[in-house]
């Protein structure tokens, strides 16, 4: 039943994509569709249930343009400390912890940090995750984590936890 739930999401992810019922669209939507499961089905979504909650869609509707949000705050920021030579710059790798529990919520908390002008995710090691930072500010994890993940964490958690 995961499997047909999974494949049906897909293929319509599909269908939306390519706006397209030719043949050729519709039978390599099948072939994709089925290889991604194929490959990565453990990984894929979280339950098929628990896919099309409408409240998790919800949440994960409001998370785009909140990320949108971030992602054009950091920009701003990042261009000011590239035209103001005054601006501090003290990059750095530091550790932050989530208490995100899920595979999928990390990966979607580390690709939202990334697409962050000026933090970028290095890896993943349980609830750590190391960021190379523009400018490293605060004195521990805490502070770290609240200034880097504080924002998406708890909108990731209502949509994956």
């Given at each position: 039943?995961?499997?047909?739930?999974?494949?049906i999401?897909?293929f319509?992810v599909?269908?939306l994509l390519?706006w397209?019922?030719?043949?050729a669209?519709?039978?390599?939507?099948?072939?994709i569709s089925?290889?991604v499961?194929g490959?990565?089905g453990?990984?894929?979504?979280?339950?098929?249930g628990?896919?099309?909650?409408?409240?998790?869609?919800?949440?994960m509707?409001?998370y785009?343009?909140y990320?949108?949000?971030?992602i054009?705050l950091?920009?701003?920021?990042?261009a000011?400390?590239?035209?103001?030579p005054?601006?501090?710059?003290r990059?750095?790798?530091?550790?932050?912890?989530?208490?995100?529990?899920t595979?999928?919520?990390?990966?979607?908390?580390a690709?939202s940090?990334?697409l962050?002008?000026?933090?970028l995710?290095?890896?993943?090691?349980?609830d750590?995750l190391?960021i190379h930072w523009i400018?490293?500010?605060?004195?521990n994890?805490?502070?770290?984590?609240?200034?880097?993940?504080g924002r998406f964490e708890?909108i990731?958690r209502r949509?994956?936890e």
């Open positions: 039943m995961k499997f047909i739930g999974e494949f999401i897909l319509g599909w269908l390519t397209s019922l030719a043949p669209q519709l039978i390599a939507g099948v072939v089925l290889l499961i490959l990565v453990d990984m894929f979504l979280f339950k098929a628990r896919a099309l909650n409408p409240i998790r869609i919800f949440w509707i409001m785009i343009p990320l949108i949000w971030y054009i950091a920009n701003l920021d990042v000011y400390r590239v035209i103001h005054d601006l501090p710059i990059p750095g790798i530091v550790k932050v912890k989530t208490s995100l529990t595979d999928m919520a990390k990966t979607f908390l690709n940090i990334t962050t002008p000026g933090t995710t290095v890896d993943i090691k349980g750590e190391y400018y490293v500010h605060g004195n994890v805490k502070d770290w984590s609240k200034a880097i993940i708890p990731l949509i994956f």
